[in-house]
């Protein structure tokens, strides 16, 4: 029976009032679809470092003037360098076939580039990829050297880019999350206020605190389910639309946003949604309605 | 005891001491402003004393925990002048609410408030919301509701004070049965002419201080 009550007044007090919650569902969609959109990103640019810096590797490009006695020195001395988990020797003719390989779509470009020009390079994977200046201080002024390349550096301002974009949506977030929070005060203030008389007498004989406080928290909780449960669906939709849909080329790149993050978003949403909803309807609650 | 509000040059009520027993109808008097209902805010411990203590039912309440009082309220009923019934609930549901927030089930509320709106002679309006009650009938629905419970204190703020005199004298036949079953009942009240009728304990305040306290006392 109290149960029932409690969520029976948690739903008269929604409807009571409906502008005002459908004001504050909106903007916990929008703040919780961005604090989603971030966190997706953070555990995307994880990933991605991840996946890249297996893969990346630091390219010392050498001179085309390069003799053979110098090319295996830099060979025996990447061999025997703790640091270097890998090495390749590309080629002349290997660099063009990849290159004819990496702009097929582009023959214009292929044709333009000569068998010969292309230089040969040694493509080294790290051990730590982080470790780039070591090496670039240990090969740049070996002869024969001509150039040594990190290609983290290229990955790094895509995740820059990223980092960037994940920040604005936390800040939107940001703001957002406390107009929403606002909303839920003043909402459960009106809420509090339109009941003021059952309260009292609640209060006078003897309610206990959680009785009278549990519909308002409540009503904060449901609605903050609500709209994570929206925010949700917006990310889903998000991914449909654009990640999968529109931005489709760019995700070759920059690897898919799997199901399984965007999944996990409904948990971590509705409960980050619902406690702060609920701290804030209550410490509201402590103000206003005084034992 | 003493209890200053804050922003006020003097104390409401300055180094009172009063003690009533188990089972007493003591009525408090005195002009507007004297103090008197203050007595009954800090009992009901709504307000805290600034010094002293004040114990009720045994317990010392002024220092008693937040989280201890709902069950402390629930040993006291309370009426006040302008009765506070909800007015989208009829007579039955207003006393059953009082049953229901505190826990008790629909069957004992089925139970026990038609008893009691019967003893406070309301059999038959209990379907009756407050807009069709007399002031008086009001009065009696608020005192089922703070009977229901079977309190051991009823605590009673001005509750003649909307009411006519003769309707006034019913309420004073009601609260002096519900005395007779052992309940203690503390009035607040100026109406001079129930306090020479009844001729109960009177203790009269004024600026703050006891200025009398007479067994079967008169209004003065």
Known sequence: MRAKYVLLEMLVGLWRNVTMTIAMIITMIVSLSMLGASLLMYMQVDEMKGHYYEQVEVSIYLEKSIDDAQRSDIKSKLDSDPLVKDVLWETKEMAYENFKEQFRDAPDLVNAIGADELPESFRVALKNPQEFDKINAAYAGLPGVDTVVDQQKLLQKIFDILGSVQNLSLVVAGFMGLAALLLVANTIQVAAYSKRREVAVMKLVGASNWFIQAPFVLEAVFAALLGSILAWVMLVVGKIVLIDGKLAALTDLLLPVSWGNVNLMLPILAGIGSVVSAVTAWVTLRFYIRV | ?220
């Not at chain 2, 309440?61 to 002048?81: D, T, Y």
């Not at chain 2, 309940?183 to 305040?205: A, F, G, K, L």
Request: hydrophobic share 40%; with cysteine; aromatic share 6%.
């Open chain 2, 1 to 220: 005891m003493t209890k200053t509000y804050p922003k006020a040059s003097r104390p409401s009520l300055d180094d009172v001491s009063v003690s009533i027993e188990k089972g007493d109808f003591v009525f408090f008097i005195g002009p507007s402003g004297s103090g008197k209902s203050s007595i009954v805010k800090l009992m009901l411990h709504e307000i805290k004393p600034n010094k002293g203590k004040v114990i009720v039912n045994g317990k010392e309440i002024s220092s008693m925990r937040g989280w201890k009082i709902p069950s402390f309220r629930r040993s006291i009923g309370c009426v006040f002048q302008d009765f506070r019934l909800l007015p989208n609930k009829t007579a039955y549901e207003n006393v059953a609410f009082a049953l229901e927030v505190i826990g008790k089930s629909k069957a004992v509320a089925r139970r026990v408030v038609p008893e009691v709106l019967e003893l406070v002679g309301l059999g038959g309006k209990e379907h009756r919301y407050p807009h069709e009650l007399s002031g008086g009938e009001q009065q009696r629905v608020a005192v089922a509701r703070a009977f229901v419970n079977r309190p051991l204190i009823l605590l009673a703020d001005e509750p003649t004070g909307n009411l006519d005199p003769d309707t006034s004298i019913e309420i004073m036949r009601l609260l002096d049965r519900i005395n007779r079953t052992g309940t203690t009942v503390v009035m607040v009240t100026h109406d001079s002419n129930i306090v020479n009728q009844m001729r109960r304990r009177v203790i009269e305040i004024e600026g703050g201080r006891i200025v009398r306290d007479q067994a079967r006392g008169v209004y003065g």
